[in-house]
């Protein structure tokens, strides 16, 4: 629900202008309501909040106060920085977060955008160093017991040039991270192949931002689906496809420079 408060409203018409599926309209007099017959088409975009230079609307309760104010956004070349500097780490300190940063974090993940603005991601981010060995040890035997049949080779071809590395009791899953996260999505959802990658790669450049390091583990999304004990432990709801995993934590590698990785061909 869309409502309007008069004495503030300049009926400048930004919002209406900015609805994307125009279903907020102007009455008579020029102040912008929505019909009841299209509430359920509203997206919860909340742009005409967004937009409004008087903080008049109040979209599903939430009112200009409750947000951020806009303040300057990093300089292109910090964010370029950041883009080149993020790297993937695999060696981690074994020390979990502080919660205010988790926090933090966890907090992030709202403005991920979504196709449709489907907010119906689930998010499980592994907070303790206790669970993220109960997931290690589970995983690591799974994937052992499944190189040593040989079966893996033939499910997760990409898994051979670690086979030694599995054989010695490495952790190549998971690389000592003290942290996870992992993003499951309806499978319904309009945009469900986009939205998880997405959000979690917000994650990843906030994480960065902060001095900390992180890794995409594809192994770990082949294991939850492969594995019941994981899959229950992680506890989505039926109908939910678990899509993108990201390890995190305090790196324990120091990189002296950016790296020079080949163009894509841009058309
Ligand atoms: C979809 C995806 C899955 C990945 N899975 C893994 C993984 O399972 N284990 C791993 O160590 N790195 C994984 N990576 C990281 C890539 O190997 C890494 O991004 C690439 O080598 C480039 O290195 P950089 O991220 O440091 O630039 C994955 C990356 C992506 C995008």
């Not at 919002?15 to 017959?37: H, N, S, V």
């Not at 951020?68 to 920085?81: C, Q």
């Not at 017991?145 to 010695?168: C, D, H, Q």
Request: proline letters at 6%.
């Amino acid at each position: 629900m869309i409502t309007v408060n008069k004495e503030k409203c300049l009926r400048c018409g930004k919002c209406t202008g900015d609805c994307i599926i125009k279903i907020l309209r102007k009455d008579e007099q020029g102040y912008p309501f929505l019909a009841e017959k299209y509430e359920k088409s509203c997206l919860d975009c909340q742009h005409c909040l967004a937009i409004c230079p008087t903080g008049a609307l109040t979209c599903n309760g939430v009112s200009a106060d409750q947000c951020e104010p806009i303040k300057p956004l990093p300089d292109p070349e910090d964010m370029l920085a950041l883009l080149r500097q993020r790297r993937s780490v695999r060696k981690y300190k074994w020390e979990s977060l502080q919660p205010e940063i988790l926090e933090k974090l966890k907090g992030s993940l709202a403005w991920t955008p979504t196709g449709c603005n489907d907010h119906r991601l689930i998010f499980r981010v592994i907070d303790t160093k206790e669970e993220m060995l109960f997931y290690r040890e589970e995983t690591n035997r799974m994937i052992l017991k499944l190189v040593n049949t040989g079966i893996m080779k033939w499910i997760y071809p990409a898994i051979n040039r670690f086979l030694e590395s599995i054989k010695n009791g490495e952790d190549v899953i998971y690389r000592g991270a003290p942290h996870m996260i992992v993003a499951a999505t309806p499978k319904n959802a309009p945009c469900a192949g986009a939205d998880p990658w997405i959000a979690l790669s917000y994650f990843d450049l906030l994480l960065q931002s902060y001095g900390l390091g992180s890794c995409w583990c594809g192994f770990a999304v082949h294991a939850f689906k492969w594995n019941r004990t994981l899959k229950k432990k992680l506890n989505f709801p039926k109908g939910y496809k678990i899509a993108a995993v990201l390890l995190f934590g305090k790196p324990d590698v120091e990189y002296c420079r950016a790296t020079k990785p080949e163009n894509f061909k841009i058309l």
